[in-house]
């Protein structure tokens, strides 16, 4: 059963992606880009978990941790510049 | 001298355990080392972080936080519904401007994040004095229940927790 | 593929993964269905919290019935996503108040303050004119 589970859990975030790929494209202004580009972040890590399970492998933990810590800062760079004209003052 | 050598308990413990969650296993080598980070680290910020708020009611804190993980899953179930089912025209999304009591600014931190966390409310600026707080709402008809409901749930709490 | 688990585990990891499912795809129907950016925002907290909350507490039954280990990157994956998604929402949800809204659109704080965003440090030193850059002549010799 939890292959069957696995399955349409790895399917939903995909499509997620997918979803989130769509609003990159046509988002009619710049916020909603950014904020579709960190739900990708999100949705990949949810991915990257699922692998984990579906492989066995606990690698996948540390990439997955590893993009919860440093996944925010693209974002908060990207909207800094915006705001400020300038990233690093 | 227990004060100079630990300035700071609470992060000293929430930096080792945080070091043990790290590595995932309970050796010999690795509880040193966390000791270690719990003893240097607040050493080492404290003179960045001069006034760091002492976390008084323990008991406060976990009611804190099981009321957030409650509103949390609550929330999340009642925005999927708006999501799925309520058609965009009568939704009535509103910008709320919480007067806020509480004035550290850790607490007003917490209560932020908490505020976002919370699915269908999103904390968006603070005002310059730092009295009042902007939240924006999905769907508010009531946007005063709204207001009232964070003061009551959340910031009486963390008044007692944070002064 | 092939688990061999308890069914107590089978069952309870297979709940968690769909309710995880539904609300990470609810989160991200939501950032394409809702009407503006502001309500947009909305969505991926949901994502966030009970998407992959739901994975993690899934995950850690199945490691827990797999290899009757406790596991605990999982909590500190959580703790490291509530930590920094209010972070990327307020920072978006800056980003839209500077571009996209007045003062005289937001209520007004208490004591006629003003939101920090426009005050204090608002459109600050060096900050850019993000109305659209004004034509170019094309160049003749190209």
């Not at chain 2, 930096?15 to 043990?20: M, N, Q, S, V």
Request: with cysteine; glycine share 6%; hydrophobic share 50%.
């Amino acid at each position: 059963m939890i292959g069957y589970a696995l399955t349409i859990a790895i399917g939903a975030f995909s499509l997620g992606l997918l979803l989130n790929l769509w609003r990159v494209a046509t988002g009619p202004n710049i916020s909603d880009r950014i904020l579709a580009l960190d739900t990708m972040v999100i949705n990949a890590i949810a991915l990257l978990i699922l692998l984990g399970i579906a492989l066995g492998s606990s690698i996948f933990f540390e990439v997955s941790m590893l993009f919860a810590l440093v996944g925010f800062i693209s974002t908060v760079s990207y909207c800094r510049f915006l705001l400020r004209g300038d990233i690093i003052e | 001298m227990l004060s100079r050598l630990l300035p700071h308990p609470v992060l000293s413990v929430v930096l080792a355990i945080c070091w043990l969650l790290l590595v995932n296993t309970v050796a010999i080598n690795s509880i040193v080392f966390a000791v270690l980070l719990g003893l240097f680290v607040p050493m080492l910020i404290r003179p960045y972080w001069p006034d760091m708020p002492r976390l008084s009611r323990p008991l406060v804190v976990i009611e804190y936080g099981l009321i957030v993980l409650y509103d949390i899953i609550k929330a999340n179930t009642e925005v999927a519904l708006i999501v799925l089912f309520k058609p965009s025209k009568s939704l009535q999304p509103a910008w709320i401007c919480v007067p806020l009591d509480i004035t550290s600014p850790e607490a007003i931190t917490v209560l932020g994040m908490t505020i976002t966390l919370t699915p269908g409310t999103v904390s968006c600026d603070l005002a310059a004095d730092g009295h009042a707080i902007l939240v924006h709402c999905l769907h508010a008809p009531d946007p005063a229940a709204v207001r009232d409901d964070i003061k009551a749930r959340y910031e009486r709490r963390l008044k007692e927790i944070f002064e | 593929m092939q688990y061999d688990l308890p069914l107590w585990a089978d069952i309870a990891v297979s709940a968690f993964l769909l309710i995880a499912a539904f609300f990470g795809l609810v989160g991200s129907y939501g950032l394409i269905r809702l009407p503006d950016a502001m309500t947009r925002l909305h969505a991926p907290t949901k994502a966030t919290t009970l998407g992959v909350g739901g994975v993690l507490i899934g995950s850690m039954i199945f490691v827990l019935a797999t290899e009757g280990r406790f596991s605990a990157h999982e909590l500190l994956i959580s703790l490291f996503l509530f930590l920094t998604s209010p972070i990327t929402a307020l920072f978006i949800a800056k980003v839209h108040i500077h571009l996209h809204e007045r003062p005289d659109t937001l209520p007004e704080p208490r004591d006629g303050a003003g939101w920090a965003s426009y005050t204090a440090d608002g459109p600050a030193r060096g900050v850019r004119d993000l109305s659209p850059l004004p034509e170019t002549e094309p160049d003749q010799n190209t």
